[in-house]
């Protein structure tokens, strides 16, 4: 599965912005996938993920009730719908899957996932 995110920009505090995670070679159906993020100097953190069934969604409580995660129908691209931006959200943000698999929950490490897309960066001003 090769993975590739796009959407990022420059915001203001406050804004929105909409990312994608397009999915080739292989479908995301039955596949847990998440997006994560990574500041400067920090660690990469869980954001948001999704089951292999698309049942169950996790936000990490940093995100809760502003960023939506969603998978399309034909299950090849992955969005993460980002609300009431804050400062603190500024980083790279990555797209994630796993391999396939009929079972489990959703993933919040990323030595879980096998597959990445490249980043896409996302600035927010105060």
């Known amino acids: 599965v090769q993975l590739q995110a796009s959407g990022g920009g420059l915001v203001q505090a406050g804004g929105s912005l909409r990312l994608s995670c397009a999915a080739s070679?292989?479908?995301?159906?039955?596949?847990?996938v998440g997006w994560f993020r990574q500041a400067p100097g920090k660690e990469r953190h869980f954001v948001s993920g999704?089951?292999?069934?698309?049942?169950?969604?996790k936000y990490a409580d940093t995100v809760k009730g502003r960023f939506t995660m969603s998978r399309d129908n034909v299950e090849t691209l992955l969005t993460l719908q980002m609300n009431s931006l804050k400062p603190e959200d500024t980083a790279v943000y990555y797209c994630?899957?796993?391999?396939?698999?009929?079972?489990?929950?959703?993933?919040?490490?990323?030595?879980?996932?096998?597959?990445w897309g490249q980043g896409t960066q996302v600035t927010v001003s105060s």
């Open positions: 994630a899957a796993a391999k396939a698999t009929y079972a489990g929950g959703t993933r919040d490490d990323p030595q879980d996932y096998d597959y």
């Open positions: 070679g292989r479908s995301l159906s039955n596949r847990a």
């Open positions: 999704l089951n292999w069934s698309g049942s169950v969604t």
